[in-house]
């Protein structure tokens, strides 16, 4: 027997961060998420998704009041899909067929009663940005806000009929890999030219970097399929919130005459210091965090976005931009490897643009979906 229990008060808060604390105890590649990250998405003031939707955490536990699994199911008047589409996230289980299934019979029939059709997941009640996805290959530490899973969660979600809605692609190299002859050519030929040149993200200078980051984003961005329009103001807040844990080697801008035509956007990896607060970032453990930043050696950066404005592309001009930040930042930094955040193979041409950026695939999630009619047609998520 099975008992459900909705999270609503602050035992059960605790008990949905330190579940699967318990159950990750002897792996050495997880990384507990920060307390915080996890309880502003399910707070209504912090998180703008429960303007037009709806989303209930629940425990399952036997009858011994132990824990054996936990989940947050969720609707999102913003997430169009070709049938009525709920989500379920934030998945814990022991290695038990019977409980999944338990689980995940009690998500289909809530999501039912609202009038879904379908569900995805393991999918965030926000931004594909954080915790999106199954990891499936690749049991390596998590990036900062990536979900991390033991390899028998796949076997949980595909026994019970789950399918690969689509896969999220990481790319990586490492920062002291031969880079390739093309990346040289083109750095020596742009090189040459006086109206080009390359400039690293400063932060007393913030406004500036924030307009040329709105302004390449929007040329690059706007012809990808899923591509968003970003505002000035909208980017200058959030990199005045990245702003303590900007590094001035990691990311580049290159201008034609001053105005701003590719960038390369980076940031040192925040799970490399956060893996040492056991969740929790109160006073104390951010004095912790102040020091560990300060003496322990960050070796991973995560590549957040790369541009280059479409007059600008198929030029070679990513190969100036790459060799020439790259030279920089071996010498300036401490960072070994870098890795692109998850591309979704459903977009062929990013997928190009991360293969030629001399980069392999180091680890792979997969968003999940489960028709609850099952005599219905199944159908991945179409290319870009």
Known sequence: ???????????????FLEFPSRLYQHDKNYIR??????????????????KTGECKRFLFKNKQNETLGKVAVFVNKFYKQHQPTGGIGFFDCINNQETANFIFDY?????????????????NFGERDKFWGLLIDGFIEPLYGMNYNFPYYQELFENYGFKIYFEQLCFSRP???EVSRVFTVMHAKYSKNPNISAKPLKKNNLEKFAKDFTEIYNKAWAVHGEGKQMSEGKVLKMFKTMRPIINEHISWFVYENEKPIAMWMNIPDLNQWFKYLNGKFGFFEKLKFLWVKKFKKNEKMVGLVFGVVPEWQKKGLEGYMIWEGTQHLRKHTDFKTTELQWIGDFNPKMIKIAENLDTTITRKLATYRYLFDQSKEFERHPYL
């Open 107 to 123: 998500c289909k029939s809530w999501l039912q009663e609202r009038g879904m059709q379908a569900m995805d997941g393991p999918i």
């Open 33 to 50: 998420p920060l307390n915080k990250d996890i309880e502003e998405i399910f707070t209504p003031e912090k998180n703008k998704f429960f």
């Open 1 to 15: 027997m099975i008992i459900v229990e909705e999270v609503q008060n602050e035992v059960q808060k605790k008990e």
């Open 175 to 177: 920062i002291f890999a």
